[in-house]
């Protein structure tokens, strides 16, 4: 959906992906990604939307500040994926 600059310079995806649920709100949820690394994903679950459309709006306005803010948060998170060159 949109890729920016973490704060070392790595390009990063901020996208949305699908949860399964039988819920119809909050089913697509906030990810990041490394730039070519589309498995290697970052979750953000508590940045929801109902719809796809919605998601993509969010993101696209969402400043770099922000992104980075979040990115941040979800690494602390959330550990490297196994064989990722993800080394933050």
Sequence with gaps: MRSFKDENGRVWVATALEEETPRHHGRWYLVF????????????PEVRWKTRASAERTV?????????????????????????RDDG
Excluded: Y
């Design 33 to 44: 990604h490394p730039e070519g690394q589309p498995d290697a994903v970052r979750p953000v």
């Design 60 to 84: 696209r306005t969402m400043s770099e500040t922000e992104l980075r803010r979040r990115l941040r948060a979800a690494r602390e998170r959330s550990p490297s994926v196994e064989g990722s």
